[in-house]
């Protein structure tokens, strides 16, 4: 790897206070014949992408399905895991354009419940094939972390060491490396050792790896995937594995602790002095661990605090790099320095630990208004859902190719995770690009994608200022074919769909004769246009990020008419202007635009 890896990895584990673009709770699932229940033999495939809104009473759906054997004649979520058939609890044919999926659906609680734990995935039937052609499973966008709690009482035989250890790994989706940090307290000599075990709870295994970096009492460092078991991260969520750390007065392992999953939407993040607002240097350090409930409206957080003697151990409300009020105050456990509560989380406080704004401040006499701190970083990743097609290439490029990606970037700007399908093309695909630019520009290729057909799943390593670059919306994906050398889609990575639709999303034979003016517009937007029919409309204005920077109701009539729309409001930047009709679930992209 390009990075000094000790540095790299462990900074994304500890850099919980840098200030970072809000991640999202976005969810994805590959869909093929051979899921369905009984399986279908079908060349056909789809992606769904499902991101929610930050109220999570909705989700944006985006999806494409390549080589159906039929029409779609439905297309639902259902609960249940891999391999079992369960209930259907959100219709999908409201956003079904085509053999695309593009929109908003409002979802139960319990969608959400179910897809955290991969409970949940979507089922798509075909009038080729009533009963179901494709199905897959969900699966969360977020890195993975393990706990672990070390005592002399796991170690087989017991010890009496009265020493204390808490800590966890770190598996940052898409990394080729594991982070690993443990603090220890109270051990009776020097570490001579300290390792990864395979085994169960009561049982002594079998060596997998001896951690090469401790220091005093903290055990930090990498290990290349490549070093471990093949199945390690899912042999790890079900508690196969246990630290041990030996030292001279017990060689056999002072103490020890079984590795155990903290879930796909948790937090395991420091506690530290850097973090305090304003900071001041302190010898205290500690770790949280944070785990949602079942039914997720309750939180579990434990703290660990090592070095300091805290007055309390409050959680509190405020973004880092922000003082906010206390919420809850943790209850000290029988073990010193560890501190324990389950409390209660609305709707509020859930979407504050959503978007990382809760955290630990430990007070002490010393320092009343808190001497360390740690935000609750989450392990959920920055999440973005589009499409590409041949009028994002610059020049556009006239094909009926089209493709929808989803991709997610880690809060530490360290990973990207991508999935595109795409459909249609004028020729196979040659190669395939991340580049940088803004949309209407060309940039250079920053980083080469493979060219699977005609889904390209994959993972990539990325510079930290790249991943700023995604957040802005100032990189795309194109693809590029022997018809078309320099590009025939391509695709902003952003939140939202721009492309024209190509799959009847809106008869063109009854709304013709569109004219956007004036561009660049300053105050007020003209819309001209000839329609077949009347309809109730919305006039969408999106921004870069496909977010919607001004919604304008209209009542089209039939015939020619102009419609005249206020903007004086938006800011200065490029967006693309839409049509929907919402009582179709259609919409149409008018023209791409920019204000002065």
Same mark, same amino acid.
């Given at each position: 790897?390009?990075?000094?890896?000790?540095?790299?990895?462990?900074?994304?584990?500890?850099?919980?206070?840098?200030?970072?673009?809000?991640?999202?709770?976005?969810?994805?699932?590959?869909?093929?014949?051979?899921?369905?229940?009984?399986?279908?033999?079908?060349?056909?495939?789809?992606?769904?992408?499902?991101?929610?809104?930050?109220?999570?009473?909705?989700?944006?759906?985006?999806? @494409?399905?390549? $080589? !159906?054997?039929?029409? &779609? =004649?439905?297309?639902? +979520?259902?609960? %249940?895991?891999? /391999? *079992?058939? #369960?209930?259907?609890?959100?219709?999908?044919?409201?956003?079904?354009?085509?053999?695309?999926?593009?929109?908003?659906?409002?979802?139960?609680?319990?969608?959400?419940?179910?897809?955290?734990?991969?409970?949940?995935?979507?089922?798509?039937?075909?009038?080729?094939?009533?009963?179901?052609?494709?199905?897959?499973?969900?699966?969360?966008?977020?890195?993975?972390?393990?706990?672990?709690?070390?005592?002399?009482?796991?170690?087989?035989?017991?010890?009496?060491?009265?020493?204390?250890?808490?800590?966890?790994?770190?598996?940052?989706?898409?990394?080729?490396?594991?982070?690993?940090?443990? @603090?220890?307290? $109270? !051990?009776?000599?020097? &570490? =001579?050792?300290?390792? +990864?075990?395979? %085994?169960?709870? /009561? *049982?002594? #295994?079998?060596?997998?790896?001896?951690?090469?970096?401790?220091?005093?009492?903290?055990?930090?460092?990498?290990?290349?995937?490549?070093?471990?078991?093949?199945?390690?991260?899912?042999?790890?969520?079900?508690?196969?594995?246990?630290?041990?750390?030996?030292?001279?007065?017990?060689?056999?392992?002072?103490?020890?602790?079984?590795?155990?999953?903290?879930?796909?939407?948790?937090?395991?993040?420091?506690?530290?002095?850097?973090?305090?607002?304003?900071?001041?240097?302190?010898?205290?350090?500690?770790?949280?661990?944070?785990?949602?409930?079942?039914?997720?409206?309750?939180?579990?957080?434990?703290?660990?605090?090592?070095?300091?003697?805290? =007055?309390?151990?409050?959680?509190?409300?405020?973004?880092? /790099?922000?003082? #906010?009020?206390?919420?809850?105050?943790?209850?000290?456990?029988?073990?010193?320095?560890?501190?324990?509560?389950?409390?209660?989380?609305?709707?509020?406080?859930?979407?504050?630990?959503?978007?990382?704004?809760?955290?630990?401040?430990?007070?002490?006499?010393?320092?009343?208004?808190?001497?360390?701190?740690?935000?609750?970083?989450?392990?959920?990743?920055?999440?973005?859902?589009?499409?590409?097609?041949?009028?994002?290439?610059?020049?556009?490029?006239?094909?009926?190719?089209?493709?929808?990606?989803?991709?997610?970037?880690?809060?530490?700007?360290?990973?990207?995770?991508?999935?595109?399908?795409?459909?249609?093309?004028?020729?196979?695909?040659?190669?395939?690009?991340?580049?940088?630019?803004?949309?209407?520009?060309? #940039?250079?290729?920053?980083?080469?994608?493979?060219?699977?057909?005609?889904?390209?799943?994959?993972?990539?390593?990325?510079?930290?200022?790249?991943?700023?670059?995604?957040?802005?919306?100032?990189?795309?994906?194109?693809?590029?074919?022997?018809?078309?050398?320099?590009?025939?889609?391509?695709?902003?990575?952003?939140?939202?769909?721009?492309?024209?639709?190509?799959?009847?999303?809106?008869?063109?034979?009854?709304?013709?004769?569109?004219?956007?003016?004036?561009?660049?517009?300053?105050?007020?937007?003209?819309?001209?246009?000839?329609?077949?029919?009347?309809?109730?409309?919305?006039?969408?204005?999106?921004?870069?990020?496909?977010?919607?920077?001004?919604?304008?109701?209209?009542?089209?009539?039939?015939?020619?008419?102009?419609?005249?729309?206020?903007?004086?409001?938006?800011?200065?930047?490029?967006?693309?202007?839409?049509?929907?009709?919402?009582?179709?679930?259609?919409?149409?992209?008018?023209?791409?635009?920019?204000?002065?």
């Amino acid at each position: 790897m390009k990075k000094a890896i000790y540095t790299f990895l462990f900074f994304c584990l500890l850099s919980a206070g840098a200030k970072a673009q809000l991640p999202h709770l976005i969810f994805h699932a590959e869909l093929v014949g051979s899921e369905q229940i009984p399986a279908v033999t079908t060349n056909a495939t789809g992606l769904i992408t499902l991101m929610y809104s930050p109220d999570r009473t909705k989700v944006n759906v985006s999806g @494409l399905f390549v $080589g !159906l054997e039929g029409d &779609i =004649t439905g297309i639902t +979520l259902h609960i %249940g895991k891999t /391999g *079992e058939v #369960g209930d259907a609890i959100v219709d999908l044919m409201p956003v079904v354009h085509g053999r695309r999926l593009n929109g908003e659906v409002s979802v139960p609680a319990s969608l959400l419940q179910n897809l955290l734990p991969d409970r949940a995935y979507a089922s798509l039937s075909t009038t080729a094939h009533p009963d179901g052609e494709l199905r897959g499973q969900f699966i969360c966008e977020t890195d993975l972390d393990y706990k672990g709690i070390l005592t002399g009482s796991e170690v087989v035989p017991v010890t009496p060491s009265t020493a204390f250890g808490f800590g966890g790994l770190h598996f940052p989706t898409g990394s080729q490396d594991l982070v690993y940090a443990f @603090l220890v307290d $109270g !051990l009776s000599s020097p &570490i =001579t050792s300290a390792s +990864l075990y395979y %085994g169960n709870p /009561g *049982e002594n #295994g079998t060596l997998v790896y001896s951690f090469p970096s401790f220091f005093l009492n903290f055990i930090q460092g990498v290990v290349h995937m490549a070093d471990l078991p093949a199945d390690f991260l899912r042999e790890a969520r079900e508690g196969k594995y246990y630290v041990m750390v030996n030292t001279a007065n017990y060689p056999d392992g002072e103490i020890r602790g079984q590795i155990g999953f903290l879930g796909y939407f948790t937090s395991f993040a420091p506690v530290n002095a850097a973090q305090m607002v304003p900071s001041a240097p302190s010898p205290g350090f500690g770790f949280s661990h944070n785990q949602l409930n079942q039914t997720l409206d309750s939180l579990t957080t434990t703290v660990y605090i090592s070095t300091i003697t805290p =007055t309390s151990v409050d959680i509190r409300m405020a973004p880092p /790099g922000m003082n #906010g009020p206390v919420i809850e105050t943790l209850n000290p456990t029988g073990t010193p320095g560890v501190y324990q509560k389950k409390y209660p989380l609305d709707a509020d406080r859930m979407s504050a630990f959503v978007e990382g704004k809760l955290y630990v401040l430990v007070p002490t006499a010393a320092r009343p208004n808190g001497e360390i701190r740690g935000q609750m970083k989450n392990s959920l990743r920055k999440g973005y859902a589009y499409d590409l097609c041949g009028d994002q290439v610059v020049p556009p490029v006239n094909t009926d190719g089209i493709g929808v990606a989803m991709s997610s970037v880690d809060q530490a700007n360290c990973y990207l995770n991508y999935k595109i399908i795409y459909d249609r093309m004028d020729s196979d695909v040659v190669d395939a690009f991340v580049c940088q630019a803004n949309p209407m520009q060309n #940039g250079n290729a920053i980083y080469a994608l493979p060219t699977y057909k005609p889904l390209i799943p994959g993972s990539q390593e990325i510079e930290t200022n790249h991943g700023v670059a995604i957040e802005i919306g100032e990189t795309y994906v194109i693809l590029r074919t022997a018809e078309h050398p320099t590009g025939e889609i391509r695709g902003q990575i952003r939140r939202g769909f721009t492309c024209p639709e190509l799959s009847a999303v809106v008869q063109v034979d009854q709304i013709t004769d569109i004219n956007v003016s004036p561009v660049p517009f300053q105050d007020v937007l003209t819309l001209a246009m000839n329609s077949k029919r009347r309809f109730t409309g919305k006039i969408i204005m999106h921004d870069l990020l496909g977010a919607p920077t001004l919604v304008h109701q209209v009542e089209i009539q039939e015939g020619v008419q102009t419609i005249s729309i206020p903007v004086s409001s938006v800011p200065a930047g490029m967006y693309s202007l839409s049509l929907e009709i919402p009582d179709q679930g259609k919409s149409m992209l008018l023209k791409k635009l920019t204000k002065g």
